[in-house]
């Protein structure tokens, strides 16, 4: 059974940093692709940022030059590192495993007041 446990959200001021990490377990992690997603109230739910199995990134306009992806595949982990947050960074981030199909975690709320 595929399980994502997100942790490292928070609320926080705008131009801080927030690091969240994702841990898996029940694949085997280095085969996947790993990617965060959010979700703002009232807004569809964004892809914010993926990391592939050889290690390729990609990141959403919104994001670029401020988030980093990256991946332990020893810890199974993936990692998002958010720099000069925005009050429009606010959301529910959410991990997903992607193969052959998307797995969720359950979500951590990042806030960013002004």
């Known amino acids: 059974q595929v399980q994502l446990g997100e942790s490292g959200g928070g609320s926080v001021q705008a131009g801080d940093s927030l690091r969240l990490s994702c841990a898996a377990s029940?694949?085997?992690?280095?085969?996947?692709?790993m990617a965060w997603y959010r979700q703002a109230p009232g807004k569809q739910r964004e892809l914010v940022a993926i990391?592939?199995?050889?290690?390729?990134?990609n990141y959403a306009d919104s994001v670029k030059g401020r988030f980093t992806i990256s991946r332990d595949n020893a810890k199974n982990t993936v990692f998002l590192q958010m720099d000069n947050l925005k009050p429009d960074d606010t959301a529910v981030y959410y991990c997903?495993?992607?193969?052959?199909?998307?797995?969720w975690g359950q979500g951590t709320q990042v806030t960013v007041s002004s």
């Open positions: 990391i592939t199995s050889a290690g390729s990134t």
């Open positions: 997903a495993a992607q193969r052959l199909r998307t797995t």
């Open positions: 029940g694949i085997i992690f280095n085969i996947y692709a």
